[in-house]
């Protein structure tokens, strides 16, 4: 198993540019997230979904869209890249979501995004 | 909202010291996971607790979750430079129909040799 893959590693955007964050799992995981980290901020998640064609918003959802259209893959659009998006960028996915089950989350290696 | 603060922020402690990091929930948390990030890398699940008092040990590792289940510790026992990282925590989001991890800001942990 390849486990959770992100494209691209790196990425240098202009300001207004758009462009897709990939990721994927190999892994059949319900639950996929997408999370920025921040110097001194931790990790905070930006969208979830609990199953393809179910996507929901967590902290600060604004400026990025997803969509999952199958189990397996979970992008993020960017519609129109900011300075305040340069960050780093991880993609994760879970066996499912449950209040007290294990579901332990597995990250992508990250995508490293700076815009102009 | 719910938070989970979690501090120090950094610490440098020497090759052999002890280290502890803490974290505090401002709500109950059915679960808390730990997570260790090292440099340049991805956040690893370390381990999972659950129980109320619950204490786990992985080799040095000491993982605790308080009796009230709003706070728990991490503690590694004479430290190793492979200990190097940055060391989160994480609870579950409980409110209303969401679904989602709320992670500490963590503890960036140095060793010096």
């Known amino acids: 198993n390849a486990g959770v893959t992100q494209t691209p590693k790196f990425q240098v955007l202009k300001t207004g540019q758009s462009m897709t964050l990939q990721c994927a799992q190999d892994m059949n995981h319900e639950y996929m997230s997408w999370y920025r980290q921040d110097p001194g901020m931790g990790l905070r998640l930006i969208h979830y979904?609990?199953?393809?064609?179910?996507?929901d918003q967590g902290e600060v959802p604004n400026g990025y869209n997803v969509s999952r259209s199958t189990t397996e893959d979970f992008p993020l659009r960017l519609l129109s890249a900011a300075p305040s998006q340069t960050s780093v960028y991880f993609c994760?996915?879970?066996?499912?979501?449950?209040?007290?089950?294990?579901?332990?989350?597995?990250f992508g290696p990250g995508t490293r995004l700076t815009v102009t | 909202g719910q938070q989970v603060m979690q501090i120090p922020q950094y610490q440098h402690v020497q090759e052999g010291e002890d280290f502890t990091t803490y974290c505090n929930s401002s709500?109950?948390?059915?679960?808390i996971q730990w997570y260790k990030q090292r440099p340049g890398g991805h956040p690893v699940f370390l381990i999972q607790?659950?129980?109320?008092?619950e204490v786990k040990k992985q080799k040095r590792l000491t993982f605790q979750f308080g009796e009230a289940k709003k706070n728990s510790s991490l503690h590694i026992t004479a430290t190793q430079t492979t200990d190097v990282g940055t060391y989160f925590c994480a609870g579950p989001l409980s409110s209303g129909s969401a679904r989602q991890l709320t992670f500490g800001s963590g503890t960036q942990l140095t060793v010096l040799p």
């Open positions: 607790l659950v129980k109320s008092g």
């Open positions: 994760a996915s879970s066996a499912r979501w449950g209040a007290a089950d294990h579901y332990e989350q597995y």
């Open positions: 709500t109950t948390l059915s679960n």
């Open positions: 979904s609990v199953g393809a064609g179910i996507t």
